[in-house]
């Protein structure tokens, strides 16, 4: 697919970011990171210069062939945001700059501070003075968003440890044996002699650092061989983490503690994994003898032979604030439940671990993914997870994806006084076109809470209630009213609310997509439908629509 935007493209940052009501969030730094390294642009001739002709003195193209490019290109004193690159492109503009000797305005890209500054949307910072805008960490302590730099020289953004000497880094990189991109990639820990672990703070302000969550994140929990799963996880502590499962995400039981989890873990491996039951998995920091917080919950189930193979992505961050003294969610449980009673087994990741290409959605028959009441500030779907859904479904993916703010947020909101660093170029284009969904109405008092199928159509028959507040999630009081576009079918109509849609579907090729894709979008969220056999039967019915494979004891007992 071609990630583009062309001269359309509205260069919302092209001054930087000194003052923002909002702390700079984890997420949106790596979704920020990933924007660049997963840009697809259109080179031309006219952006390909010979080093010295006029307008470009003290300057030299890495690029000599026109044609379609991955990444950003390294331009040495760059700071252009990803729709100014595109602009300048479509404008003539020389693409990069790799002669280190002075900088050109005729051409665009970021360098390796340029690049972080984008990303930690601090404003132009330097690797000689970027300990203005930071403080420094332990490299036990260094965190999804956290930067590597070494004053003067080079600066890398931290993604996560691969192992105990081995580090995932985003880089703007320079010099010999290295493309002139933004790169990503693992690094050896002998690559960072000199270089200091730091985090983004600017001293004294009150809006302008990376928000700190007590409690750690659980990246994924996949399998790792038959009856083993990996738990990686990013915290800080200075005694350790605890690590709890769970077969029915209420009554939980301590598999490893700190003695094992210390201070620098990253990882929890877990082996005697039984098939045939539901795992739920939790972490916790433990600092001075004491724990935080508990993380959100992660689940897994062992697939059964023949099944089709389904990711639960937990894009649910908003609980972090909504949650007060327990900001660690557990929404992901009654939908894990649901698939376990089908007879799906399935794998589940942080929406994060997606935006940072950790997790590669091609790998699954079916992704279900939840965002409860996500909206602005956390952002629905950020524009690094746009471009990877859009790889999926254009690559022939199936796509559950439910939320009550997602219109809200991709439609309703433009470049604004009240939302100037969340709303991005793309998501219009990207709701309409691969979501297949406009906003009709933001919805009020639940829309009745309850939602009814419609006539010849998966949910034919089906009356599916949702959480007012008192039934164990959250109170859906907005839930998304559509307008379908093209040829998206209704599902599901608020008959509270005028009748007007609540779940659409669409089957066909997305994109560039030579094969065909689905996509089934829903106005709340799937984990607030609060009664288990509704749930059942409302995810049997997507299920059934995808194709995805019935479970060989299903299909047995179906026969029976």
Known sequence: MRH?????????????????????DRDRIISEADTFHSLEWYCSSSNIYVAGSPGYENAECDYSTPGWYTNMPYKWGGYDTVDGFLDDMALGRGAGDIDTSGTNSNCSGVDCSGYVSRTWESGRYSTA???????????????????LNRAGSHIRLFIRWEDASTLWVYEATAGAGHPWRVVKR???????????PIRYDLDGDTTNFVRID?????????????????????????????????????????LQTEATLGSAAFRADVSGVSAGANHFYRVCSVNSGVPTAWSDTLAYRQPQAGGASVLIVDGIDRWRTQGGDNPGHTFLVP????????????????????????????????????????????????????????DYLEGGG?????????????????????????????????????????????????????????????????????????HGTYDVAYPDCYALQGSAEAWLTYPGYSDRVAMGAWEGMFGSGVVTGCVVTMGFGLEAVYTDSERDDLLLGVMTYFGAAVPVELSVFAAD
């Open 398 to 470: 199936n796509l559950f994806i439910s939320g009550s703010e997602m219109g809200w947020d991709l439609d309703h909101l433009s470049p604004s006084a009240d939302a100037p660093r969340f709303w991005d170029v793309t998501d219009e284009g990207f709701m309409l076109d691969y979501l297949k969904f406009d906003l009709d109405d933001d919805g009020t008092g639940g829309n009745g809470y309850v939602a009814s199928g419609v006539a010849s159509t998966p949910m034919d028959g089906l009356s599916i209630h949702f959480d007012d507040g008192t």
């Open 214 to 254: 007590d409690e750690p994140t659980v990246q994924w929990v996949v399998e790792n061989g038959l009856g083993n799963v990996w738990i990686p996880f990013d915290g800080e502590a200075s005694d350790g983490f605890r690590l709890q499962h769970s077969t029915d995400g209420s009554a939980w039981a301590t």
């Open 335 to 390: 939908v894990a439940e649901s698939l376990g009673r089908l007879g799906y087994g399935y794998e589940s990741c942080s929406n994060e671990m997606v935006a940072a290409g950790m997790i590669d959605l091609s790998d699954y028959d079916v992704v279900i993914w939840l965002l409860a009441e996500e909206s602005t500030f956390d952002e629905t779907v950020s524009r690094g997870e746009q471009f990877h859904i859009e």
């Open 129 to 147: 003075t970027f300990a203005n805008a930071s403080f420094p960490i332990d490299w036990e302590d260094l965190r999804m968003g956290d930067a």
């Open 4 to 24: 583009v935007i062309w001269a359309l493209a509205i260069t919302l940052l092209a001054g930087g970011v000194l003052a923002d009501p909002y702390p700079t």
């Open 186 to 196: 693992t690094l050896p820990i002998t690559s960072f002699s000199g270089y200091i």
